[in-house]
């Protein structure tokens, strides 16, 4: 059978491989967008096989393309059954387009197919995975210029000077980016200029954990709305601010991380196997720890929600205010989380208005042949009622995939002042 192609799933992305034609036809069968998975590069893989079933010449001829964990490419990933290969975490098919059907099947893995050649599957994940962290990192510079149009100029000048610490670290990954760009490795000397890099990158992402947990505990401390109405609105702009730092430093963790994977292939391709899977447990530790805090801050906003409302009789204009602000940090945070890949969403807190809570306490109160004063004085309202959930900004293949490592991997991280009808995203 002609017009095959090779699937490559690494839990992030679908590589296609094949002649460039059949490889095209794929991707138009299935819909799916894609980009170069710059598979010249593996003849450095080669050179480390003891016996290998495919020259450099025989790959260079060949096309591969990347796509992107999404529904649909899920959706092709399950549809082609693709089985688990020798190396960890990576799973492979062969599929062809037999003769004028138009629908593509899978085929009988060939003798020189991939999964029989270990070191050309090991090179093929490694760059999988760094264009699955250029990908994010793409998505971070989108965030990141969403983030800063929400900016004031105050905001903006002081997440600069948090930000300034990191500038060395900027221009030197830049610039060993520019040079693999052009000479199409990383060599020592370029290596060296980067290698030492993590340090100040974790001391900042430290810094800005630590601001958004005092955020957190601050809110837990305060009991009078009035004083949450102050701190939460103060939150808002805080908390973007922070958010925008940590996703820059996961930003520039993957550049580093793209840069050490190409080290690895060129000096010890023997070692790339590992190396990758050690970088993607750092990088779900890091989101993980990220999620622990910004979620603990959710949760306080939620209890902060709560006491609002249910004191919302005597405090018709706070009350709101807390509820309002609460909003516009959790969808700051969701927006963070779907940028990172995290599955995100939450219920809905709803304010109660001011007579409607009077009202109802008035009419227990005359129920109850209890003096209205001392009833009022105790008066506690419950939280509103619940309304849909948010889904968030995530596709549904890659919340299936974070829930899939978090469970089989359980130890890695795998408008105005009345008291109107105000929602809140928890």
Known sequence: ?????????????????GHPTDVERFLAAEGLPSRNLGLSRLERALRSAAHVLRSGAEIAAESGRWVKLTEESA?????????????PGISHAMVGEPGDIKQWIQVVTSPGSMASNP??????????????MQQAMDEITDYLARIDEKLDDVLRAQTNQVLARMDGVDLAVNEAMSVRD????????????????SGTILETQGYALRQLGD???????????????????DAEGEVQKWLAVLARCLQLHDAVGVLELDRVLDAAPEE???????????????????????????????????RANSKVLFNPKATPAVVRS?????????????????????????????????????????????GGLGTVKGFGAETGGR???????????????????RDEKPGEPSDGDDAGHVTAIE
Do not use: C, P
């Not at 192609?5 to 491989?17: N, P």
């Not at 070191?119 to 699955?132: C, D, P, S, V, Y």
């Open 119 to 132: 070191a050309i599957l090991t090179g093929a994940a490694g760059i999988m995975t760094q264009l699955a």
């Open 326 to 370: 609460s909003n516009v940090i959790a969808v700051s945070v969701h927006d963070f989380h779907g940028t990172l890949g995290i599955e995100s969403g939450g219920q809905a807190a709803e304010a109660r208005r001011w007579a409607d809570a009077a009202s109802e306490q008035w009419d227990r109160a005359r129920e109850s042949g209890s």
């Open 387 to 405: 309304a849909a959930k948010m889904t968030g900004r995530l596709a549904t293949g890659i919340a299936e995939r974070a829930r899939r490592q």
């Open 272 to 306: 790339l196997d590992r190396h990758r899977l050690g970088l993607k447990a750092a990088r779900r530790e890091r989101v993980q720890l990220m999620t622990e805090v910004t979620d603990r801050l959710l949760e306080r906003m939620e209890a902060a929600v709560s």
């Open 182 to 197: 052009a000479v199409g490795r990383v060599s020592e000397v370029t290596w060296s200029k980067v290698q030492h890099s």
């Open 75 to 87: 959706a092709a990933i399950e549809k082609y059954g693709l089985m688990d290969t020798k190396t």
């Open 1 to 17: 059978m002609g017009n095959e192609v090779e699937l490559i799933f690494d839990g992030d992305g679908l590589a296609v491989i």
């Open 215 to 233: 955020l957190a505990d601050k809110l837990e401390r305060k009991s009078k709305v009035g004083d949450l109405a102050d701190i939460v609105k």
